[in-house]
C-alpha cells in the first residue's frame, strides 16, 4: 500500500497494462520510428494541397485549378508552379493570374478600439488589438489601417485583399472621420490653412473636412481624411503649435460606431459590406 501512494503522490502511472505496452514496443524497436512519424503527421497538418487551395478560393474547381496550375497561372511566394500535388502553407503567398487569392472564408469585424492597445498583428509587443478580435473568427483577419496605442475609436478588420486596397488607395481610399481634443482652442486662422492645406517640409499636406464641433469648446474639433494612418493628425498639429489630447475615430465611411460598446467587435451586414465593396 505505501508504495503504491508512493507512486500515487510523485505522479507516476501505475498498472501492469501501460508497462507491457512501453516494454513490447521497445523490444520491437519501434519507438524511435513512431516518434518520427507522429512529426511528420503534424508538419503535414498544416499543409494543403495547391488545386484544393485555388479551388477553395472560389476561383474555380479542383479539376480546373489542376489545368491553370500546369499552365503556369498560378504562384507561390514569388515562383511559378506547375507540378501536381504541390504542398503549400496557409501563409503563403499564393496569386492566381497575378492576384493573390485566399482559401479562407472572407470575415469583416469592426472594432471600438480602447486606448492601450496597439495596432500590430506582431507579438511582443504587449496588448495589442488582434488580443480583442481573438473570438471573431477563425480567418486570419488584419487591421487594415492605424489607430496609435493612445488612439481610440473604430478600427476594421479582414482578410478581403480587395477590399483592404480600398482603404489604401491613395487616390480615392475610405474617409475616416476623427473627433480630435486638443491642449487649447483652435484659432480661426489655423482652421482656415488645415481646410486649405499646406506643406510640411515640401510635402502638401490635405484633409477631407475639417469644422469645430457644435456645441463644445473649439478645443474639439472634427477631421476627416482618408490616410489609412493617424500620422497626418500629428504631423498637422505639431506644425500648429499643438498637443494633441485624444484621438477617437468615430466613422469609417457609412460605418459607425452605433451599438458596439468601447472594447467590443461586430461582424458586418451583407449590405454593410456591399456598400464597403461599392466605395
Known amino acids: 500500500m505505501s508504495k503504491q501512494r508512493e507512486n500515487k503522490s510523485k505522479g507516476k502511472p501505475s498498472g501492469r497494462g501501460h508497462n507491457n505496452t512501453r516494454n ?6 519501434n519507438a524511435p520510428i513512431k516518434k518520427k512519424a507522429v512529426s511528420k503527421k503534424a508538419s503535414d497538418s498544416d499543409q494543403i494541397r495547391l488545386n484544393k487551395y485555388v479551388a477553395n478560393s472560389g476561383i474555380c474547381s479542383r479539376r480546373d485549378a489542376d489545368m491553370h496550375i500546369a499552365t503556369g497561372l498560378v504562384s507561390v511566394n514569388g515562383k511559378i508552379v506547375t507540378e501536381m500535388g504541390y504542398k ?22 469592426l472594432l471600438n ?7 500590430t498583428t506582431s507579438e511582443g509587443k504587449g496588448r495589442t488589438v488582434m488580443d480583442l478580435v481573438a473570438n471573431a473568427t477563425n480567418s486570419r483577419i488584419k487591421p487594415i489601417g492605424r489607430l496609435g496605442r493612445n488612439s481610440k475609436g473604430l478600427l476594421f478588420f479582414t482578410n478581403d485583399d480587395l477590399v483592404a ?17 486638443l491642449d487649447k482652442n483652435l484659432k480661426a486662422e489655423d482652421l482656415k490653412k488645415i481646410r486649405e492645406g499646406f506643406r510640411v517640409e515640401g510635402k502638401l499636406i490635405t484633409v477631407e473636412e475639417v469644422s469645430y464641433i457644435d456645441g463644445v469648446s473649439k478645443k474639439e474639433i472634427g477631421l476627416k481624411i482618408k490616410n489609412t494612418g493617424n500620422t497626418i493628425i500629428r504631423t498637422i498639429f505639431d506644425y500648429l503649435n499643438y498637443d494633441v489630447v485624444s484621438v477617437d475615430c468615430v466613422a ?18 451583407e449590405q454593410e459590406i456591399n456598400t464597403l465593396k461599392m466605395l
Open 165 to 181: 486596397k480600398k482603404f489604401t488607395n491613395s487616390k480615392n481610399g475610405v474617409p475616416r472621420l476623427f473627433q480630435i481634443e
Open 88 to 109: 503549400v502553407k496557409l501563409e503563403d503567398e499564393v496569386r492566381f493570374d497575378g492576384a493573390r487569392i485566399n482559401p479562407e472564408k472572407k470575415a469583416y469585424v
Open 24 to 29: 513490447q514496443s521497445q523490444a520491437r524497436g
Open 113 to 119: 478600439k480602447p486606448k492601450g492597445f496597439a495596432t
Open 252 to 269: 469609417i465611411g457609412h460605418l459607425t460606431k452605433k451599438d458596439i460598446p468601447r472594447g467590443h467587435w461586430k461582424h458586418l451586414t
